[in-house]
């Protein structure tokens, strides 16, 4: 048996960073290089940064844009006339002035004490996510800081630095504060800093061996480099970039389970779905498995059988089921694509000069969405369990032995695999209850409406997670039941991943430690080897 002992996130960007690159060369998630400029990015932009250690360059115009907004801010710290973060406290203390020469302090302190957060450390491409959409925000313009910076923000993530940032700080409004303040404290030659090869050395070595210099921060600058909603959406980016995979994944989990359960087709026909219910995402989770199935000998024998009219909703109602799960995506996208598009700082700049407060900085458009996803991703899984689950009954399997053992009473085959998915799917549907419906009021009543967005980011990351998991285990299981309905053959399509995931998990035969096979399935679907037979965009 195969050794399966590489962690899954790194196999799974290694593998799909591969395919990507094979598919499609000219893909941003696949470049070595993305140019932030006052426009924005793309989220594969974002991506390609986060998860593939992307190079990000500035574009030409970003200098001139930042210095000629820094003036205004300039200008105004050197008049009388109270400006929110620039000669005021911050917070319940905005009404507190400043004096001129105590505003540099304001800034670091501000820095310090929002550097907050506590237990366990947040995931390297999320920290990675956080600083290069934090510095598209400050490519803007809109925020006024210096463009030295921005540019040692950008040199940060060249050089592979990743800050120490923590689970627990942040309620999502303003923005992520204690997430951002712990990169931020990076940039002043203090805080907790890992190397590119993950290893925490001390701030001041990491900055000097990458040629940065600590930063002495100026009027504005600190509140710039905190007050944004930058690790909500970067998680949400990166979500939508697994959920898109993994429901393709379920239409192909559910044309095994349907072959494996000796299931019809005609139901996934193209007339049942866009003319008579026209929801995008219907029609083409219904197209998709109508094309893995296309020319199963398992199908053919079950409809010249004749004996059976319908089957279950879990075969059945899967295209209503993972097409909702895409219109989700598809509208989440949306609000990721007008976030992507935002400046959020507080006070922010205006095209004229002027320097005003909002509250832009507010997470309820991001953290609605995600929580949304949570929803809709512990659905897909609830269903895909289902499938699973009446493969293993012996009176709902048409024929298949109990729990697909191989000498049923002496072997308990999958049995115990369908309590892990049943696990799973409890914790989902846990995960599935909202965030942003929650608030807890901050800042001595300042902030006393907050989106908890970071919150729903962090549980739909786990929710994501788990569905690869109940996925891998539906793959597992429909696998064993096609094998166990020889000499009937699986669709073409179908036939050749089940080939290429025999060569990582084993057939049918006594029953042996399963969970290597559990992980060896989970990889797997992490790779989606298959891609080439998805519908194309």
């Known amino acids: 048996m195969k050794e399966h002992s590489v962690s899954l996130d790194q196999k799974k ?19 070595s290089t993305v140019v ?57 203390l905005a009404d507190t002035s400043i004096p001129q020469e105590r505003r540099t302090l304001l800034q670091s302190s501000l820095i310090r004490s929002h550097a907050a957060g506590t237990g366990p450390e947040v995931e390297r491409e999320v920290i990675r996510a956080l600083m290069f959409l934090r510095a598209r ?15 040692n923000l950008v040199k940060l993530l060249n050089a592979g630095i990743t800050p120490v940032v923590h689970e627990y700080g942040s309620l999502g409004c303003s923005g992520d504060l204690a ?19 993950g290893v925490e050395r001390p701030v001041p070595e990491l900055l000097a061996e990458a040629g940065i210099e600590p930063l002495d921060l100026a009027e504005k600058e600190g509140l710039a480099l905190i007050n944004g909603t930058d ?108 976030e992507l598009a935002s400046a959020i700082d507080n006070p922010v700049v205006l095209e004229d000069g002027t320097v005003t407060s909002n509250g832009n900085f507010h997470g309820a458009p991001v953290a609605y969405v ?22 293993l009954d012996k009176s709902r399997s048409f024929g298949l032995p109990p729990f697909l053992a191989d000498d049923p009473g002496v072997d308990s085959g999958f049995m115990i695999a369908q309590y892990t998915q049943a696990g799973l799917v409890a914790e989902m549907k846990r995960l599935a209850s909202p965030a942003s419906v929650d608030s807890i009021p901050s800042s001595a009543m300042q902030e006393d409406h907050v989106s908890l967005g970071w919150h ?62 559990i992980e060896a399935a989970v990889q797997f679907v992490a790779a989606h080897p298959w891609s080439n037979h998805r519908e194309q965009d």
Not at 60 to 68: D, K, L, Q, R, Y
Not at 287 to 300: E, F, G, T
């Open 13 to 31: 960007l290694e593998q799909k960073l591969d395919q990507k690159l094979a598919q499609n060369p000219g893909n941003s998630a696949a470049r």
């Open 36 to 92: 932030l400029n006052p426009k924005g990015v793309s989220a594969e932009d974002v991506v390609a940064v986060a998860r593939y250690g992307a190079t990000v360059e500035l574009g030409p115009e970003v200098f001139e844009t930042v210095n000629a907004v820094r003036q205004h801010v300039e200008d105004l710290a050197a008049s009388t006339t109270p400006v929110y973060g620039v000669s005021t406290g911050f917070g319940a």
């Open 137 to 151: 925000t400050l490519a803007t313009g809109r925020t006024g800081v210096r463009f030295v910076v921005l540019e």
């Open 179 to 197: 997430p951002l303040a712990h990169c931020a404290i990076v940039l002043l030659g203090e805080g907790r800093a890992r190397d590119a090869e």
């Open 231 to 338: 690790g909500m959406l970067g998680m949400l980016l990166m979500a939508l970039d697994d959920l898109r995979d993994l429901v393709d994944v379920a239409d192909l989990t559910t044309a095994l389970s349907i072959q494996g359960l000796r299931g019809r087709d005609t139901v996934f026909a193209p007339q049942l779905h866009e003319p008579l219910r026209p929801h995008p995402g219907q029609a083409r989770s219904a197209a998709n498995v109508y094309r893995w199935l296309k020319d199963s000998p398992i199908v053919a024998d079950v409809m010249n059988e004749g004996s059976r009219v319908q089957d279950a909703y879990s075969l059945r109602c899967h295209p209503q089921v993972a097409g909702a799960v895409r219109d989700t995506i598809s509208h989440a996208e949306v609000v990721a694509e007008r």
């Open 370 to 391: 995600l929580d949304f996803l949570a929803i809709a991703a512990a659905d897909l899984a609830s269903i895909s369990e289902r499938r699973s689950d009446r493969m």
């Open 456 to 517: 729903a980011a962090r549980k739909l990351r786990t929710s994501i997670d788990a569905l690869r998991r109940v996925l891998a285990i539906e793959l597992m299981t429909a696998a064993r039941a096609i094998d166990l309905r020889a000499p009937l053959k699986a669709s073409p399509a179908t036939a050749e991943v089940l080939e290429a995931f025999r060569e990582t998990v084993p057939g049918p035969g006594p029953d042996r430690f399963l969970a290597p096979d």
